[in-house]
């Protein structure tokens, strides 16, 4: 049985996006857990290191984005190249896919920082075939929390790239700043929210006493190169070939 609707395949083409609650087996949902907590000591030692609380766009104790490590954490690759993630892609960039990113959003208890309306497609800076989004939820997510906030694109008439400016203080980029407030995704944990990389998403401010931790997957349709390289942009690692899981560790 299928997981993703044809309505959601719909609305993806529509809006931008999708929401497949509970999606994730309690088993999977473990492993991103222990995996974050892994991930982010491994953070903090090189933090300790490198004698400094700020790498790229995390901050000590406040907000952590952890990227490229789902090789470094036991059995997270099981999640990143699962089936669900592999009837996601064909549901939204089609038969061939490759895993382009991944990086774990956390955001500490009583501290987690917000982050601004963007694209995750003006990160890199260049014209490129759009990719997609998977941005699972390892904790519940509530307003209180920080969670994802997605803009359907029929609420401000974005479906292109635009655009961004780079915010020197906490390292975001930002690509929008209208008065539209997009579609909060108030989900349980195991939860994934499935969005376009040409979609505005942005989110809020943790208040709550508990982190609050959600891990990302990004599958383009083909492989990502900067201009004028020949070695893929991030990760570039083959997960579909027509529709059937060609990943193996």
Same mark, same amino acid.
């Given at each position: 049985?299928?997981?993703?609707?044809?309505?959601?395949?719909? *609305?993806?083409?529509?809006?931008?996006?999708?929401?497949?609650?509970?999606?994730? $087996?309690?088993?999977?949902?473990?492993? %991103?857990?222990?995996?974050?907590?892994?991930? =982010?000591?491994? &953070?903090?030692?090189?933090?300790?290191?490198?004698?400094?609380?700020?790498?790229?766009?995390?901050?000590?104790?406040?907000?952590?984005?952890?990227?490229?490590?789902?090789?470094?954490?036991?059995?997270?690759?099981?999640?990143?190249?699962?089936?669900? &993630?592999?009837?996601?892609?064909?549901?939204?960039?089609?038969?061939?896919?490759?895993?382009?990113?991944? *990086?774990? @959003?956390?955001?500490?208890?009583?501290?987690? &920082?917000?982050?601004?309306?963007?694209?995750?497609?003006?990160?890199?800076?260049? $014209?490129?075939?759009?990719?997609?989004?998977?941005? #699972?939820?390892?904790?519940?997510?509530?307003?209180?929390?920080?969670?994802?906030?997605?803009?359907?694109?029929?609420?401000?008439?974005?479906? #292109? %790239? @635009? !655009?961004?400016?780079?915010?020197?203080?906490?390292?975001?980029?930002?690509?929008?700043?209208?008065?539209?407030?997009?579609?909060?995704?108030?989900?349980?944990?195991?939860?994934?929210?499935?969005?376009?990389?040409?979609?505005?998403?942005?989110?809020?401010?943790?208040? #709550?006493? *508990?982190?609050?931790?959600?891990?990302?997957? *990004?599958?383009? $349709?083909?492989?990502?190169?900067?201009?004028? !390289?020949?070695?893929?942009?991030? %990760?570039? @690692?083959?997960? %579909?070939?027509?529709?059937?899981? =060609?990943?193996?560790?």
């Amino acid at each position: 049985m299928s997981i993703v609707t044809e309505k959601q395949r719909a *609305q993806f083409r529509k809006e931008g996006y999708f929401i497949l609650e509970r999606a994730v $087996p309690e088993e999977q949902l473990a492993i %991103l857990r222990d995996s974050c907590d892994c991930l =982010i000591e491994a &953070m903090h030692a090189e933090m300790d290191r490198l004698g400094t609380d700020h790498i790229h766009i995390s901050h000590r104790g406040k907000r952590y984005h952890i990227a490229k490590q789902y090789k470094q954490a036991p059995r997270l690759a099981e999640f990143v190249f699962s089936e669900l &993630m592999a009837e996601v892609c064909q549901a939204t960039i089609g038969d061939t896919a490759f895993l382009f990113y991944d *990086q774990y @959003v956390v955001k500490a208890a009583e501290q987690g &920082m917000s982050f601004s309306w963007h694209q995750d497609s003006g990160y890199l800076g260049f $014209p490129h075939t759009p990719y997609v989004t998977c941005w #699972t939820a390892v904790d519940d997510m509530t307003l209180d929390n920080g969670t994802a906030y997605i803009m359907p694109f029929s609420h401000i008439g974005i479906r #292109t %790239l @635009v !655009e961004h400016e780079y915010d020197e203080k906490t390292g975001d980029k930002a690509g929008y700043f209208g008065d539209a407030r997009g579609v909060p995704a108030i989900v349980p944990a195991g939860s994934v929210v499935v969005f376009s990389s040409l979609s505005f998403h942005r989110s809020g401010t943790n208040i #709550t006493n *508990q982190m609050r931790r959600a891990y990302v997957t *990004q599958y383009s $349709p083909k492989i990502i190169y900067r201009p004028g !390289e020949t070695e893929p942009m991030h %990760l570039g @690692v083959s997960f %579909l070939e027509n529709g059937r899981i =060609i990943w193996n560790s």
